[in-house]
């Protein structure tokens, strides 16, 4: 979208301040912030030092009961796909077509899919692609998106008006249809093809998120006042700059952790991400889909998977928001 | 009396616990009367005002005593439906930031109209009519050409002569202006607050004027509350006050007004902050910030003393503070 | 205003030219054009040359750029691997794959503002917290998860529609793809209502509506949604051209001659005018939808002046 959207959201934030009520926030809070104060009912704040954004997102998070649920089915999924073989002591591509379509039974929890391999052994197998290639592929993504943004907004410009130029052409093309075209050719047979798909179609997003935001921390007087004592360009970007205006990248790139994990499942599915024999959720997806009729827990199980995994990572990124974002509070 | 306010108690459940913004505020205003409410951010005098205009917001807010007693009826009372009737029509507000308390995307003609189409059933040509009338009567000029414009098309000082153009519309018994002229210019707020005052004497209007600019009361008030903590702590005439105020915090409020014929001297602010309202000291609200705060003070709390027929303190030490 | 819409015309030029050229360089350098025009074998040397020489695929990439859009600009589109002009393929299937998305804007509308505006009025409670969760788990689902399951649920297991669609894709037969093809996009419209109305909510031009003593259905209607809507009809509008460049799942699931499997064929078979084609279509779908909704922004606002 264009700066009219950015311009017009700003007028709103301003002109929205009048405050409502004032007892507020002011009236409550004030005496609780006060140096030796009572602790007030705001809770256990860490006396002495003082509350950054951050100690105060943590405290926050603590307490959020989604960022706890959330952060101990990513724990379980990183443990999972690190050491698979925990809890699932099969190979995923020991396969009996005998067994074809069975259902639960003794030993195989989840049954069978259409190829006679054990569902729960592929679906446990299954995570360590998603997880390998959704944090591949944000570390990816967050590292290009975040290094362009911040030049192009931190030096204006010329650069800056060529980034906008190129992420708006990257915006423009269909994301999958991107990946149909780019990932139908390749022949390579690991998670790398995606990931590097995903991070050239995926940066301009957090760019643009970094761009926006370094451009709001350099108008700051602390940022205009290290300036004006000489500070060099790195060391304004370094120290000043990006501690300060990270905090909005890092909930993006949370949330699209997990649309990246839904897109490498949706490419697999198409047939263009990962293909047999790896082992994806979007591939057991996609493989188990004729049979839907007659063994639709090699859907179920997959998709289950599939879908707590993304809902997770995009919770986590919601709890993060909430803790980081001081306006919604 | 146009308007009574009896024992009226406001709380706010927040995250942080229960927050009392009014504990028991009593005042009155009679017909063409002026009364000035005045306080810190925080002492709970827009909060009263809300309550007396209901349109605070239920929840966080609750209304847990009191009564409001407009032309002898108690609006607390009333239905919904037959309070929305009474708003606007019978007492009206003028809030402080006029550009973001008139809708961005609406004309002001409509904002303006709305009044007539709703309350009185007009046709919107008819509306439309009285609008250009109403922008006339506080002066902006050509109004019939502006009209059609919206809120952010005008200066400061004439978005707020709409704000007053649309509280005045019904022609309201009474009028309660929150802080009217704190978010203008200076020059502005003179105009502001005189063309306020010849329409409140023209219509003869009830004002209640809430507003933290001792500067302003003096000029326009006949009778000044003054707030802290939920309480009105002391109550008297204009001049009265002016001449000799009954309670401490009224003092140190009169002494840190900068005065020209004062000038050299240092200003007494008052120490310290307000009080949390979700734990508000014990006794006299104000005595971890008072001069002359003693035992009695802590423990306490002094209920509003007669100080004349027409002035009353909530202070145990009123006599002193009037004398010294 | 008019100076406005030029000026942004003159934008969306080398957008446009480089999101062609993206794809143009995609399809031309990851895969052989060429190879999928003798059918299933491999075609020989020889017969490959001649083709390469008779599509101008031995000149340099660019070359091949600029002549492929010169004849774009006179409605040349090209041949597709059957041998049908890609312009028929398109007017077959851009109608059925906008016919969807149409169903699919809908189901944000209806359903995505009802829902928005019901939770947005009553933050905090049960229904609130209800229909949040749920937009989180159809925002959690991938789209080909939730048409695969609705077409076991409601196509196989309880027989309420036909499992796919047949070709002439008449309306009713769009109605569930449309609803899957809109599920994401409704969780968003369905958050991006209630932040916007619980927001404004607590606005000051709400509470002096408030004041003037208006009855509550009209300060809903008239001041609140008025100005709460103006984000989400943007969000929607926008929401076009990804609905149309996404359909391809959405019409695999079920079935869907649309432009999506049209382009699933071109790729599989490797034909440049195809997929070119296509793809610049949409593009060009997605920035013009992207001009209408900033246009449709500065009617819906006031306060936004173009200059």
Request: with cysteine; charged share 20%.
């Amino acid at each position: 979208m264009s700066e009219q959207h950015y311009e017009s959201e700003r007028v709103v934030a301003v002109t929205g301040v009048g405050g409502t009520v004032d007892l507020g926030t002011d009236g409550t809070e004030t005496p609780a912030k006060a140096p030796g104060g009572p602790g007030g009912p705001g809770g256990p704040g860490p006396r002495g030092r003082p509350r950054s954004l951050w100690s105060d997102a943590w405290r926050d998070l603590r307490r959020n009961p989604v960022f706890i649920v959330s952060g101990l089915v990513i724990c379980f999924l990183v443990l999972i796909s690190l050491w698979p073989s925990a809890i699932a002591s099969g190979s995923p591509l020991e396969c009996d077509l005998a067994k074809a379509q069975e259902g639960s039974q003794a030993g195989h929890p989840f049954g069978f899919d259409g190829q006679g391999c054990d569902v729960y052994t592929r679906t446990v197998h299954g995570a360590r692609t998603s997880v390998a290639v959704g944090v591949c592929a944000t570390l990816g993504v967050a590292v290009l998106g975040s290094v362009l943004g911040a030049l192009a907004g931190y030096f204006g410009g010329v650069w800056d008006a060529v980034l906008s130029r190129v992420t708006d052409v990257f915006f423009a093309i269909p994301v999958v249809l991107g990946g149909l075209v780019l990932l139908s050719v390749i022949t390579s047979n690991t998670v790398w093809p995606v990931i590097g798909f995903i991070v050239l179609l995926g940066w301009p997003q957090i760019a643009r998120i970094a761009r926006g935001s370094v451009i709001t921390v350099k108008q700051n007087d602390y940022v205009q006042a290290a300036r004006a004592l000489g500070a060099s360009h790195t060391r304004l970007l370094l120290r000043h700059i990006a501690p300060n205006a990270v905090a909005p990248v890092i909930v993006v790139a949370t949330i699209a952790l997990g649309t990246y994990i839904a897109l490498e499942a949706t490419l697999s599915y198409l047939g263009v991400g990962l293909k047999p024999p790896s082992v994806s959720w979007g591939i057991d997806i996609s493989a188990a889909s004729p049979y839907i009729r007659n063994a639709p827990h090699a859907l179920l199980w997959p998709s289950g998977a599939l879908a707590i995994t993304v809902l997770a990572f995009i919770m986590l990124g919601d709890a993060v928001r909430d803790a980081l974002d001081p306006k919604l509070r | 009396m146009l308007l009574e306010v009896r024992d009226l108690h406001v709380e706010f459940r927040t995250r942080d616990g229960v927050a009392k913004a009014v504990n028991g505020v009593d005042y009155q205003v009679d017909a063409g009367e002026t009364l000035a409410v005045l306080g810190e951010s925080g002492s709970g005098k827009s909060v009263t005002a809300q309550a007396v205009m209901g349109i605070l917001d239920m929840p966080p807010g609750r209304i847990t005593g009191g009564e409001v007693l407009f032309r002898g009826r108690d609006l607390l009372t009333l239905k919904e439906d037959e309070r929305r009737r009474v708003r606007g029509a019978e007492m009206a507000m003028i809030f402080q930031d006029a550009l973001s308390s008139l809708n961005p995307v609406l004309s002001v003609g409509d904002q303006l109209g709305e009044m007539f189409v709703v309350h009185r059933g007009m046709s919107k040509k008819d509306a439309r009519a009285r609008a250009v009338e109403l922008m006339d009567r506080v002066r902006i000029p050509a109004a019939r050409e502006r009209v059609k414009q919206y809120p952010h098309q005008f200066s400061g000082g004439m978005r707020q002569r709409i704000m007053i153009a649309m509280a005045l519309a019904l022609e309201p018994a009474l009028i309660i202006a929150d802080e009217p002229t704190t978010a203008l210019d200076v020059t502005v707020q003179a105009q502001v607050m005189e063309l306020l005052a010849e329409l409140r004497r023209e219509y003869r209007m009830g004002l209640i004027l809430i507003t933290h600019d001792l500067g302003v009361v003096a000029d326009v008030a006949d009778r000044i509350a003054v707030m802290y903590a939920g309480r009105i702590v002391e109550s008297a005439p204009v001049h009265d006050l002016y001449k000799a105020p009954a309670h401490p915090y009224t003092r140190g409020l009169l002494d840190s007004v900068p005065r020209l014929d004062l000038k050299g001297r240092d200003l007494c602010a008052i120490k310290g902050l307000p009080p949390n309202l979700a734990n508000v000291p014990p006794g006299c609200a104000f005595h971890p910030r008072c001069p002359m705060a003693r035992d009695v003070c802590r423990t306490d709390v002094p209920p509003l003393y007669e100080v004349s027929e027409t002035r009353g303190s909530a202070c145990h030490f009123w006599r002193e503070c009037l004398h010294g | 205003m008019g100076r406005y819409v030029v000026r942004r015309l003159l934008q969306m030029i080398p957008v446009f030219a480089g999101a062609t050229l993206l794809i143009f360089l995609m399809v031309n350098v990851m895969g052989d054009p060429i190879a999928g025009l003798c059918g299933e074998r491999r075609c020989d040397p020889a017969t490959a040359a001649r083709l390469r020489a008779e599509f101008g695929l031995d000149k340099p990439v660019w070359q091949q750029y600029l002549t492929y859009m010169g004849n774009v600009f006179t409605g040349d589109f090209g041949t597709a691997f059957n041998g049908q002009e890609v312009t028929e393929l398109m007017s077959t299937a851009f109608p059925v794959t906008l016919r969807l998305t149409l169903i699919a804007i809908l189901f944000e509308v209806v359903i995505g503002i009802t829902l928005g505006v019901v939770t947005g009025l009553r933050r905090g409670r049960p229904v609130d917290t209800g229909v949040l969760l749920f937009t989180l788990v159809v925002i959690s689902v991938p789209t080909f998860v939730t048409g695969l399951l609705l077409q076991l649920l409601l196509g196989v297991k309880w027989g309420w529609i036909r499992p796919s669609v047949s070709s002439e894709a008449p309306l009713d037969e769009l109605l569930l793809p449309g609803l899957v093809l809109a599920s994401v996009s409704l969780a968003y419209v369905t958050r991006l209502t209630r932040t916007s109305i619980a927001e404004n909510r607590r606005s000051d031009y709400v509470r002096t509506a408030v004041a003037k003593g208006l009855p509550r259905r009209r300060v809903v209607t008239r001041h609140l949604l008025r100005n709460s809507l103006i984000p989400v009809v943007t969000f929607i509008g926008a929401d076009v051209g990804f609905l149309m460049g996404g359909a391809i799942v959405t019409e695999r699931i079920f079935n869907i001659h649309g432009v999506g499997y049209q382009l699933y064929q071109g790729i599989l078979r490797q034909n440049t005018q195809t997929v070119v084609g296509f793809v610049t279509v949409l593009v060009l779908v997605f920035l013009v939808a992207n001009l209408v909704v900033d246009l449709l922004y500065a009617v819906l606002d006031p306060r936004i002046r173009y200059v």
